[in-house]
């Protein structure tokens, strides 16, 4: 079994590389830039986008647990 990943022109792949020397790939968004700080977890199943934009996340990496986020998605016409 394979499974294929479709990524919009718009998207940026980006590598998440830990202390430790592991690593993944994923699709980041926003600035392009190399960014470092504190993971922490938002296992939330509604909130997200507020989390996003919440100050309090200043210098932490942010990552979202819930696993529908991002299963559904905008036309690229409308954003």
């Known amino acids: ?3 294929k990943l479709t990524v919009e022109k ?5 590598v998440l590389v830990l202390e430790d020397g592991f690593w993944v790939k994923g699709i980041g968004f926003g600035a392009l830039k190399k960014a470092s ?3 922490v977890f938002n296992t939330g199943m509604v909130g ?5 934009t ?3 996340y200043n ?4 990552l979202q647990t819930y696993p529908l986020i991002g ?3 905008a036309l ?4």
């Open 37 to 39: 700080g504190e993971i």
């Open 10 to 14: 718009s998207s940026k792949e980006a």
């Open 76 to 79: 690229s016409k409308y954003v």
């Open 71 to 73: 299963s559904a998605r």
């Open 1 to 3: 079994m394979s499974s």
């Open 54 to 56: 919440d100050p309090s």
């Open 59 to 62: 210098g932490q990496i942010l």
């Open 48 to 52: 997200y986008p507020e989390s996003i």
